[in-house]
C-alpha cells in the first residue's frame, strides 16, 4: 500500500500506516512523528522526512528511510531493523534494548544514551559517518559501531564520548582512540577476535548502503569499554 502523507496530520497517518497491514509505502513525508511507534512485523517505506521518535518502543521487522531522521529515532526499540539513508538526529537509539540501526551518514548527539542489553536482547547501532558528543552516555549494555567514512578530516566523535559508561561496548574506526575519554573508560586496539565479530556487522552495513568493505578490511579499529577495576559505582558508594 502506498501513503501519500503530504500534509497529514501525524496521527492520521500513524493510524493508516497500522491500518495497511506488513507492507506500506509512505511517500512525501514531512516531520511526522512517532510513525512505527510499538509496531512488530511491519515493513514501512519511507520516503521524505520523518519526525521525532520514530520506531519508538519498535518491535520487529524494517522501518527503511531514503532521507534523513530527526531526533530520538529506535527510542526504546526492542527489536527489528532500522535504516536510515541519511543522517539521524539527537539521542538515536535512547535506551535502546535490542534491534539494529544502521545509519548511512551522521548521527546527532547523544546517539545510544543508556543503551541496555538482556540475555541475548543486544542492540546494535552503525553508525556510518561520525557521531556527536556524548556518544553512549551512560550506556548499560549493546554495541555501538562507528566507521567514520566520509568525515573530512572532523573528529568522528565529539566531546564526552562514554561518560558515564557502565556496560556494552563502542567500536571506532580511527587511528586514535578520542582524547579526554573519562577515567572509567578504557581503549585498546581491537583484537583479531574484535574484528571478526564485527566484521558480519560492516558487510551488512556496507551491502545495505551498496558501498566497498574492502577498505575496512585495512583499518584500525578501537575498543571502548568500561573499566571493571575502576567502575563508577565508585563515584556514588562510600566503601
Known amino acids: ?9 501525524f496521527e492520521d497517518l500513524c493510524r493508516k500506516i497500522r491500518e495497511a497491514g506488513e507492507e506500506v509505502s509512505v511517500e512525501n513525508c514531512q516531520g511526522q512523528r512517532y510513525i512505527g511507534g510499538g509496531m512488530r512485523d511491519a515493513n ?7 519526525g521525532n521518535a520514530l520506531g519508538a518502543y519498535f518491535g520487529g521487522g524494517r522501518i527503511t528511510v531514503y532521507g534523513n531522521a530527526q531526533d530520538a529515532t529506535g527510542d526504546t526499540m526492542d527489536g527489528g531493523t532500522i535504516i536510515i539513508h541519511g543522517s539521524s538526529g539527537d539521542a538515536t537509539g535512547y535506551a535502546m534494548r535490542g534491534g539494529r540501526i ?16 538482556y540475555a541475548d536482547k543486544r542492540p546494535v547501532l552503525v553508525i556510518g559517518g561520525r557521531a556527536g558528543s ?10 555501538i559501531l562507528v566507521l567514520g567514512l566520509h ?19 563502542i567500536i571506532l574506526r580511527c587511528d586514535e582512540p578520542p582524547a ?6 578504557m581503549a585498546r586496539r581491537a583484537s583479531g577476535e574484535d574484528l571478526d565479530e564485527i566484521a ?8 545495505t548502503f551498496d558501498m566497498n568493505c574492502d577498505m575496512m578490511s585495512k583499518s584500525t579499529f578501537f ?7 575502576n567502575p563508577y559505582r565508585q563515584l556514588y558508594v562510600y566503601n
Open 223 to 229: 575498543i571502548l569499554a568500561p573499566d571493571s577495576r
Open 151 to 169: 568525515t573530512d578530516g572532523l573528529p568522528i566523535v565529539g566531546e564526552f564520548c562514554g561518560t558515564g559508561m557502565h556496560g556494552g561496548r
Open 44 to 50: 514501512i517505506s519511507l520516503h521524505g522526512t520523518p
Open 1 to 9: 500500500m502506498i501513503i501519500q502523507a503530504d500534509g497529514m496530520h
Open 134 to 143: 556524548f556518544l553512549g552516555e551512560y550506556q548499560a549494555g549493546g554495541l
Open 200 to 207: 558480519p556487522l560492516v558487510s551488512e552495513f556496507c551491502s
Open 102 to 117: 544502521l545509519i548511512r551518514d551522521n548521527a546527532g548527539y547523544r546517539a545510544g544514551i543508556h543503551m541496555k542489553q
Open 180 to 185: 579526554g575519554l573519562p577515567r572509567q573508560v
